[in-house]
Structure formats: C-alpha cells, structure tokens
C-alpha cells in the first residue's frame, strides 16, 4: 500500500527545534516531489515547503522561511523538516503529501494524492 | 504570494442538494488549482487537479470548472459522505497558497 509515515512531533518551548519525519513505501519515492502542510488547532491548512525529485526546487511559505528546512534522504525514502526557532503559532498538525505531476492532455498539474495521517506540534 | 479566497465560508444543505463553491486567485493561475476534502481529524484527500479533472476514485458528482482567476467545485446530488471541509490549492506560484476552507453542514 502506497504510505507516508509522519514522526517526530512533541512538545516543545517557543525558541526550540524539532525535526519532522516522513517515511514512504510502496511508490519510487525518486519519481516524486514532496510537500509539508500544516493546520493549526480549528483551522485551515496551511502549505509550509516543497522539495522536487532529486531536491530539485525547494521553496517554502513566507511564514516560515530562513527557519524551517526541507531536506530529502532518497536512500532511506524519508523527507524531513527541521523547524528552529520555534514559536507558538507554529503549533499544528503537521502533514507530509507526495506531489504528483498529473496529466491533462499532455500538459502536466501537481496534486497532492498521497497523505499522512498528521503529526502533532505543540510549542508551549 | 498569490491570495486565494474561497467563499463561502460555510454552508448549510440537505442530501441531494447541489453545492457550489468558489475560489478567486489575486492573479492569473491558468488551470494550476486543486480541491480537496477533508473530514474532521483526517488527512486531505484530492478531488480535483488542474482545475477541472477528476482524481482517480473520485465520485462523478464532483466536478470542478473555472481557469484564469476564478474556480468552482459543484457536489451534484449530496451525499451524506460529503459533509466535510473542501480547500482549493494553487500551485502555480511559490509560495503556493490555500483558500480559507468551506465547510458543507447538515441543513
């Protein structure tokens, strides 16, 4: 079955960091570009970073920006987020989503088909 | 960043129903706009991709339509399964940008 795993959410104190896991399965997760979401408690979502095939293209949201990192280990077929400099309202759910590149009459659209079930980040 | 605004924000309707919801880019995105659905404590789950066509296992009654600036979903005939809270993405420009949500409630 095609998967994304997300680990590595927690508490943690406004200034601190943690890392996200993404781990997928079941798909060549070297074809694929991958997408960090995020949702806030009762709210909507939220598109955080993009990282391409082959960490071809990455770009993040402004929110975010110069304190959250994208990075991808095709080996270990796993994608990650690094998140410093942590602060209150980063506190969500934190999903990862393979962009696919889907086809309507030869012209190329992402969409984001494959989620994970979400990881919680509390910073308090 | 481009801006998408959705509206409306909520609605109420009955199963059977027809429901329209729509999404307004502050600048022209082409066809680069997605709709998904998500349920309460689930995952987003795709609908629609490049505007208008319908992702694998999706429900007919789903279809989506618009290009340039502004995009509709239309659920035809509502399901009780579809009572839930439908996004648009544009993916046209980093940083790419959701709208605010719509959530389809129980007349």
């Known amino acids: 079955e095609v998967q994304l795993v997300e680990s590595g959410g927690g508490l943690v104190q406004p200034g601190g960091s943690l890392r996200l896991s993404c781990a997928a399965s079941?798909?060549?997760?070297?074809?694929?570009?991958l997408t960090w979401v995020r949702q806030p408690p009762g709210r909507g979502l939220e598109w955080l970073a993009y990282?391409?095939?082959?960490?071809?293209?990455?770009s993040y949201a402004d929110s975010v920006k110069g304190r959250f990192t994208v990075a991808r280990d095709d080996a270990k077929t796993s994608l990650y987020l690094q998140m410093n400099s942590l602060r209150v309202e980063d506190t969500a759910v934190y999903y990862c989503?393979?962009?696919?590149?889907?086809?309507?009459?030869?012209?190329?659209?992402?969409?984001?088909?494959?989620w994970g079930q979400g990881t919680t980040v509390t910073v308090s | 960043a481009v801006q998408m605004t959705q509206s409306p924000s909520s609605l109420s309707a009955s199963v059977g129903d027809r429901v329209t919801i729509t999404c307004r880019a502050s600048?022209?995105?082409?066809?680069?706009l997605g709709w998904y659905q998500q349920k309460p404590g689930k995952a987003p789950k795709l609908l629609i991709y490049?505007?208008?066509t319908l992702q694998s296992g999706v429900p007919s009654r789903f279809s989506g339509s618009g290009s340039g600036t502004e995009f509709t979903l239309t659920i035809n005939t509502l399901q009780p399964d579809d009572f839930a809270t439908y996004y648009c993405?544009?993916?046209?420009?980093?940083?790419?940008?959701f709208g605010q949500g719509t959530k389809v409630e129980v007349k």
């Open positions: 989503a393979r962009a696919s590149l889907l086809t309507v009459a030869g012209t190329y659209y992402h969409g984001l088909d494959v």
């Open positions: 079941a798909f060549t997760f070297t074809s694929y570009g």
């Open positions: 990282i391409g095939s082959s960490s071809n293209g990455i």
């Open positions: 600048q022209v995105i082409g066809n680069d």
């Open positions: 490049g505007a208008s």
């Open positions: 993405l544009q993916d046209y420009n980093s940083p790419w940008t």
